[in-house]
């Protein structure tokens, strides 16, 4: 296949390989590591024969004519509704797409680089969920180290206590690449910082819960791996605790990694939207 994006364009338009939950949020986290306009057409097409993905939420996606082609690849496999900011002298982005849901853009109020961190409302069969992506920046250049993280982290953890506001009365998911570990995580690395582990910590303080944990209280399990083989648990998946029963599923799978169209394992989130409503119903009975 041609590098050239605009060759994507020529492809007669697919039909959605799966028809949208109308009762859950499906939401899929999926590392792009820059992928090139190639490499993101075959990311797409992987992406849209999974069950558990009617929501997804792409990080490290670029700028450039990667980017541009991966948002496109999606709007041909059955993604007509897509949150693409741009990103500041070429930074990278995340990206928000659904297969049915319609996406209405909302300001998360994350200050620092907002187009690592855009939100949305999502209505699913009438159900509304809010949907935060993020994407920390890795730990930088010698001459920036940490810089652009840690006020990432910092503008990231002051936004947490008001999304509540932004998306009233509804469950709010918020997950992404945060490229910090929990604290206990199996292997150690001794080279996170405490203000590493308190970003991560932060969550749970403003409200949320970590949806891996919520359900799997002691499995060791990573999504992406470094030059020696030692695993991290990068990728995560949070709601707000108050929904945390609703959690029916979610899990990492290794097969886009394994099959070498990013170097992040997926990760899947199914939230039962349906029983929440009828919980709401019976509190105010």
């Not at 690849?73 to 982005?93: E, L, T």
């Not at 992506?133 to 206590?161: H, T």
């Not at 060791?220 to 945390?244: I, K, M, P, Y």
Request: glycine share 8%; proline share 7%.
């Amino acid at each position: 296949m041609t590098e050239d994006a605009t060759q994507l364009s020529l492809l007669a338009p697919a039909h959605p390989a799966r028809t949208a939950s109308t009762t859950h949020a499906q939401v899929l986290v999926f590392n792009t590591q820059h992928a090139s306009p190639a490499r993101a057409y075959l990311q797409a097409e992987w992406i849209s024969q999974q069950p558990a993905a009617d929501l997804v939420v792409l990080t490290e996606a670029s700028s450039g004519p990667g980017g541009a082609a991966l948002v496109e690849a999606m709007g041909h496999f059955g993604y007509p509704h897509v949150i693409a900011p741009v990103a500041a002298q070429g930074d990278y982005r995340t990206v928000l797409a659904s297969r049915s849901a319609v996406l209405e853009p909302v300001d998360a109020g994350v200050e620092f680089l907002p187009h690592r961190a855009p939100a949305a409302v999502a209505t699913i069969g009438g159900h509304k969920v809010g949907v935060v992506g993020l994407y920390v920046p890795s730990r930088g250049p010698r001459e920036r180290r940490n810089e652009d993280k840690r006020d990432f982290q910092e503008a990231v953890a002051a936004a947490l206590n008001g999304l509540s506001k932004v998306f009233p009365d509804m469950p709010i998911v918020v997950l992404g690449d945060l490229n910090v570990v929990e604290p206990g995580h199996q292997p150690h690395h001794k080279v996170f910082g405490r203000w590493e582990y308190a970003f991560y910590s932060s969550f749970a303080q403003a409200g949320f819960t970590d949806a891996f944990r919520h359900l799997h209280p002691a499995a060791v399990e990573h999504s992406w791996f470094g030059r020696s083989g030692q695993g991290f648990r990068f990728d995560h998946v949070f709601t707000t605790t108050a929904h945390a029963p609703l959690i029916e599923a979610c899990a990492y799978d290794q097969t886009p990694r394994t099959a070498s169209l990013t170097d992040h394992a997926a990760v899947t989130l199914t939230l039962s939207l349906a029983a929440g409503n009828r919980e709401h119903e019976k509190d105010s009975a």
